[in-house]
């Protein structure tokens, strides 16, 4: 009579039929590995592409704007070619620190009374 799979009669083929299931699960994680190291670099040649991608896009916006000006520039009767530049403006931030660097001091903070030891206001500096 035919034996069955699930009828075995040596004790050493469960072990080998582990042994051979790790082998083929340790096959399964190298091929895993092999795949994600692919992907990878895929990634970064898409990422590699579109950062050239991008560059590309800049200069030919850059080109279709320098066109767009000089056809501007060229289609407006009695218009001046080129304009004087103009002057360079601080931003307000950078005025406000300029003003308060020129003006004079007004209190000192922490400032105390010789005298009396206490805080010196506003008020009592102008007397």
Known sequence: MKKTGSEQDT???PLERARLQ???AKQRVRIAKEELKRARKRLK???REAKRARKHSAAARKVWKRARRAQ???SGPGREKKR?????RRPVARRAA???R???KRTVRGARSATTGRAVTPADQAT
């Open 102 to 104: 020129a003006a004079p």
């Open 98 to 100: 300029a003003a308060q």
């Open 72 to 74: 501007k520039d060229d």
């Open 11 to 13: 004790p050493a083929e």
């Open 22 to 24: 790790a082998e083929v």
């Open 84 to 88: 004087a530049p103009r002057a360079k």
């Open 45 to 47: 040649e898409a990422k």
